[in-house]
């Protein structure tokens, strides 16, 4: 089929690149010329582990192209993916400027039949928004001959993961009318996933607005969990319960089950902050109050300060003359991406007062040098007291404690007995509860995680 992927920022170019792989001639578009340039020229924009090889090969064969030609690429696809970004506004709710700017220009230069999808998250009553700017612009053109509907198709990627998610979802949820635009428009998208159904039925066909809230709810439900549990573990710090030995004897109930019950120092990336906001904005809009909700952000916001006010009750308030190594930068691991990311958080705590860090990610630190430039544009003093280190071990030579903040595969094993040796002081200040408390005691490092104080309050 011809698809069209407007955006090639990360959801589209996954879509875009496996689509492709699935055998669709696919012509994503960016206004963006020089992220267009970079992808013509064999580069990836981002790091996500798996994509450049499909990207590669499918421009190999032809399938995937890239444009910054508008006209041309709604010519080309008869199902048009809108996968422009949704910022928040300063109020919380999702900036729609891109999306119906995307829908204006499918308006303005379509002919024939267009499907138009919303792979963008957008609030309840989105694709009726587009569907007006796209009926304006036609009414404008006078183009009685073209129609046209609008499906919302939420995506469920994980960063770091996008690429198996997109290929074996577990879901496909779909949105469409059942007006004879939308029926035409529902065939159309189920050839298109014929693919994905081969073994088992994974779409759920629905109404058009429940698709669109269908994103938020799991985003939200996602991140209620985590709050929760960590919540929990600050409770378990205090009274002595391992939060680990919790996760599992919960989680064995089929019911609650194993995932997204790992506390830690707090969620980030672009979707849970972002949606959950989205969700409680929508909500305020209705006379609603999201309770649930609004807990569940605020003890994300208070995550992300637990591990430095950690340091700080063990090395006091003033930090001047204290040197740490922290490892894991992105806001979580196999992806570059920084946004929300608790390690900015810990950073600015510790930096304000006074330490120095040497910091390492596998993939993140030049993702990293632009964010906290910017994040510190007013402070250059602070930002002057980073050091980033190519190796991990590296970073604590002569430190005062190891901080983890991302649960990188490379942090899971560290060689302990050189990790001493580096250190000024055996401390570790782990956010992601990658090590086992008796074993750190067993090897004499002083290990402070989440939820697991039960060894300390033994004492
Ligand atoms: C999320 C959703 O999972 C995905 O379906 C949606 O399309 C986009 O948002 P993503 O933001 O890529 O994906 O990351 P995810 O793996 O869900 O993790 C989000 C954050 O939660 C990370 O900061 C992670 O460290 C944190 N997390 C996750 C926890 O703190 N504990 C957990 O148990 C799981």
């Not at 040497?358 to 910017?374: Q, W």
Request: glycine share 8%; proline share 4%.
């Amino acid at each position: 089929m011809k698809i069209t992927i407007i955006g090639t920022g990360y959801v589209g170019l996954v879509t875009g690149a496996c689509l492709a792989e699935l055998g669709n001639d696919v012509l994503c578009l960016d206004l963006d010329a020089n992220k267009v340039a970079i992808l013509n020229n064999g580069g990836i924009p981002i790091h996500e582990p798996g994509l450049d090889v499909i990207v590669a090969a499918n421009r190999a064969n032809g399938r995937l192209k890239f444009t910054t030609d508008v006209a041309a690429s709604v010519a080309h696809g008869d199902i048009q993916f809108i996968a422009v970004g949704t910022p928040p506004d300063e109020d919380g709710s999702a900036d729609l400027q891109y999306v119906l700017a995307a829908a204006k220009n499918i308006g303005k230069y379509m002919q024939g039949f267009k499907v138009v999808i919303d792979k963008s998250t957008v609030p309840v009553g989105t694709a009726e928004k587009v569907s007006k700017v796209i009926a304006a612009e036609l009414s404008q053109r006078n183009a009685k001959e073209c129609s046209f509907s609008v499906v919302s198709n939420p995506e469920f990627l994980k960063e770091g993961a996008a690429v198996e998610d997109f290929m074996r979802p577990d879901r496909i949820v779909i949105g469409s009318d059942n007006d004879a635009v939308g029926l035409h428009a529902k065939a159309l998208v189920k050839q298109l996933y014929t693919p994905f159904n081969r073994n088992r039925e994974r779409t759920y066909w629905m109404d058009v607005r429940s698709a669109e809230f269908t994103k938020y709810a799991a985003n939200a439900m996602l991140a209620t969990r985590i709050s929760f549990m960590n919540e929990l573990a600050n409770l378990a710090d205090c009274v002595g319960v391992d939060i680990e030995a919790v996760r599992h004897g919960i989680g064995s109930d089929p019911r609650i089950g194993h995932s997204f019950l790992y506390a830690g120092c707090g969620y980030g990336g672009s979707c849970f902050p972002k949606d959950v906001q989205a969700l409680e904005r929508t909500a305020r809009e209705y006379d609603q109050d999201l309770l649930i909700l609004r807990a569940v952000e605020s003890v994300n916001d208070n995550q992300k300060q637990v591990l430095g006010k950690k340091i700080i009750a063990r090395f006091g308030e003033n930090l001047a003359g204290h040197h740490f190594a922290l490892w894991g930068l992105a806001f979580k691991p196999n992806t570059d991406d920084m946004r929300a990311a608790s390690s900015r958080v810990l950073l600015r705590e510790l930096l304000s007062r006074g330490a120095t860090i040497s910091v390492h990610d596998p993939v993140a630190m030049d993702e990293a040098r632009r964010v906290l430039a910017l994040d510190f544009a007013d402070q250059p003093e602070q930002l002057a007291r980073i050091t980033y280190v190519s190796n991990p071990m590296d970073a604590t030579n002569k430190a005062d404690a190891l901080l983890i903040v991302t649960e990188w595969k490379a942090y899971r094993s560290p060689d302990f007995s050189q990790l001493k040796s580096q250190l000024k002081n055996p401390i570790i200040f782990d956010g992601r509860n990658l090590f086992d408390p008796q074993d750190m005691t067993d090897l004499g490092i002083e290990y402070h995680g989440i939820g697991r104080s039960v060894l300390t309050q033994a004492k």
